[in-house]
DNA sequence: GTCTATATAGCGATAGAC
DNA sequence: GTCTATCGCTATATAGAC
C-alpha cells in the first residue's frame, strides 16, 4: 500500500506515453498493455475499467500539481515567472499528466475536464497575490494555457520541435517571462 | 460545382456540432449520419471515408481563416485588439471549425495538427507588423490560443457557461484587451 | 442521390487456468 | 498477480436495391 505495485505505474506510464504520442483514439486497452509489458488481463486487474485507468491518470496529475503549488509559492524568482516558465513542456512528470488529461477532456471524458479546471483555479488562487488585478491574472494564466496547447499540438507531429518559434526557448522565453513580469506586476 | 450540395454541408455541421459538444470519440459515423438527419450510406456519398469528412471540415475551416485574415487587416481597431476580442468564442463558423479542428487534432488526426500549425503561422504573419518584436507577438498569439483551449474544455462540461472567471466577456475584455496592446505595442 | 443490409475488424470486458 | 480465450458490441466500410 505504501508503494504501490510497479507493474501499475509502468500501466500507467504506458497509457499517458500513447495519449501524449498518438491521441486518445490510440490509447486502447490493448495498446496500453503491449506498450507496459503486460497482457489485457494483467492491466484489468490493477485497473477494473477503462474509467478507473483515467481516473489513475487524473488521480496521478492532482498528486504532481500539490507538488507544483508548493514549490511555487516557495521560488526565489516569484510565482509568475515560475509559472510562465515551467509551461513550456520540458517532458517532466506533470507536463506529461498534463498533456495527457488534456487530451482525455478534448477527446470527450468529462471527469478529466472538470479536473483541469480544479488545477487551473489552484494555480490561479496561487498566482493571484503576485499580480495588479485579475486582468494580469488572465493574461498570465491564458498565455501558460496556450503554452501548453501549442506544445500538445506539436506532439501530435512526428519528430519535430528543433525550430517551432511558437515555443519560445532560452533568450526567447527569458524575453517573453520579462514581458510578462513588466506587463501585470 | 458552385453550390455544393446541401446535404454535404449538413453532414459537416453535424460533425463539428459533436466534435465540439461530445468529443472526438463521439463523432461516429452512425451519430454524424443521425444529427445530419441522412443514413450512413447517404453520408459516404459525399464523404467517402471517415477521412475524407475530416479533410471536408478541414477545407471549410481554411476558407473561414481566409475570410477572417482579410477582415483582420482591414478593422478599425487594430489586427491586435481584433485577434484577441475574436479570440473569446461566440459561436460562430469560425469559432467552432476551429475547435472542432482542435479536437480532432488532439485525438490523433495528423492532418489537423498540421493545417492548425499552418492557420497560426497565417495569423502570426498578419499580427507582425502590428506588434513590438517577437516576444510581443508570441505574446498575443499565445493569449489567444489560452483563450481557445479554455472555452474548447469548457464546451466539454454540461450546460455551464455563464459564471466562467476564465472566458472574460465584457468589461474583463476590455480590460484585458487594453492590458495587451500596453504590453505589445 | 439516398437507402438497407451486411461484411469485417477492433474495442472493452469477463471467465477461468495457472 | 498475470495469463489466454472468448463474448458481445460498435465501428468503418462495402454492395446493391430503389
Same mark, same amino acid.
Given at each position: 500500500? %505504501?508503494?504501490?505495485? =510497479?507493474?501499475?505505474?509502468?500501466? =500507467? +506510464?504506458?497509457?499517458?506515453?500513447i495519449l501524449i504520442d498518438d491521441g486518445e483514439r490510440a490509447a486502447t486497452l490493448d495498446a496500453v498493455a503491449k506498450t507496459a !509489458?503486460? $497482457?489485457? !488481463?494483467? =492491466? @484489468?486487474?490493477?485497473? /477494473? $475499467?477503462?474509467? +478507473? =485507468? %483515467?481516473? !489513475? @491518470? @487524473? *488521480?496521478?496529475?492532482?498528486? @504532481?500539481v500539490v507538488a507544483d503549488v508548493a514549490a511555487m509559492r516557495t521560488t526565489a524568482e516569484g510565482p509568475v515567472a515560475y509559472y510562465v516558465r515551467t509551461s513550456v513542456m520540458e517532458g517532466n512528470a506533470l507536463d506529461r499528466a498534463l498533456v495527457a488529461a488534456s487530451r482525455l477532456a478534448q477527446g470527450g471524458n468529462p471527469a478529466a475536464a472538470a479536473r483541469l479546471r480544479e488545477v487551473r483555479e489552484r494555480w490561479a488562487d496561487t498566482l493571484r497575490p503576485a499580480v495588479r488585478d485579475e486582468a494580469a491574472l488572465q493574461l498570465v494564466m491564458l498565455l501558460s494555457d496556450g503554452l501548453y496547447?501549442?506544445? /500538445?499540438? $506539436?506532439?501530435?507531429? $512526428? /519528430?519535430? *520541435?528543433? +525550430? +517551432?518559434?511558437?515555443?519560445?526557448?532560452?533568450s526567447a522565453l527569458d524575453a517573453l517571462v520579462a514581458l510578462v513580469e513588466r506587463a501585470v506586476r
Amino acid at each position: 500500500m %505504501a508503494r504501490p505495485p =510497479l507493474a501499475r505505474e509502468r500501466v =500507467l +506510464d504506458a497509457y499517458e506515453a500513447i495519449l501524449i504520442d498518438d491521441g486518445e483514439r490510440a490509447a486502447t486497452l490493448d495498446a496500453v498493455a503491449k506498450t507496459a !509489458g503486460v $497482457s489485457k !488481463g494483467g =492491466l @484489468l486487474y490493477h485497473f /477494473a $475499467s477503462k474509467d +478507473d =485507468l %483515467a481516473a !489513475g @491518470l @487524473l *488521480q496521478r496529475l492532482d498528486d @504532481l500539481v500539490v507538488a507544483d503549488v508548493a514549490a511555487m509559492r516557495t521560488t526565489a524568482e516569484g510565482p509568475v515567472a515560475y509559472y510562465v516558465r515551467t509551461s513550456v513542456m520540458e517532458g517532466n512528470a506533470l507536463d506529461r499528466a498534463l498533456v495527457a488529461a488534456s487530451r482525455l477532456a478534448q477527446g470527450g471524458n468529462p471527469a478529466a475536464a472538470a479536473r483541469l479546471r480544479e488545477v487551473r483555479e489552484r494555480w490561479a488562487d496561487t498566482l493571484r497575490p503576485a499580480v495588479r488585478d485579475e486582468a494580469a491574472l488572465q493574461l498570465v494564466m491564458l498565455l501558460s494555457d496556450g503554452l501548453y496547447f501549442n506544445n /500538445a499540438i $506539436s506532439g501530435t507531429i $512526428s /519528430a519535430e *520541435q528543433p +525550430d +517551432d518559434p511558437f515555443v519560445p526557448t532560452g533568450s526567447a522565453l527569458d524575453a517573453l517571462v520579462a514581458l510578462v513580469e513588466r506587463a501585470v506586476r
